[in-house]
């Protein structure tokens, strides 16, 4: 499977931003999909993930603000982010786990909230 990230890019604290993900490709089993994230110096971390049966979780540090979707029809997943801060600050890559819990990746988009 290939994923192909956007939407990234320089917001000042407080606005919005709308990353899309798009996938081609095919994969047996899809567990779920969603989107992590990593800011320099720190690990990779979980920032929302959507399972097959649409049940959502998000990181604590984002619930309320951020919101992941996901278009079947057009192979889409989404992530809208609100509000944002300077903390959210990273490169935000998109990604899908099959029935084996292997994670795929896609190339990330780099979002830049400033204070």
């Known amino acids: 499977v290939q994923l192909q990230a956007s939407g990234g890019g320089l917001v000042q604290a407080g606005g919005s931003l709308r990353l899309s993900c798009s996938a081609s490709?095919?994969?047996?089993?899809?567990?779920?999909v969603g989107w992590d994230r990593q800011a320099p110096g720190k690990q990779r971390e979980l920032v929302a993930y959507m399972r097959t049966g649409g049940r959502t979780s998000y990181a604590d540090a984002v619930k309320g603000r951020f919101t992941i979707s996901r278009d079947n029809a057009k192979n889409t997943v989404t992530l809208q982010m609100n509000t944002l801060k300077p903390e959210d600050t990273a490169v935000y890559y998109c990604?899908?786990?099959?029935?084996?819990?292997?994670?795929?990746w896609g190339q990330g988009t780099q979002v830049t909230v400033s204070s």
């Open positions: 990604k899908v786990v099959d029935g084996f819990a292997n994670n795929y």
């Open positions: 490709g095919s994969i047996r089993s899809i567990s779920g």
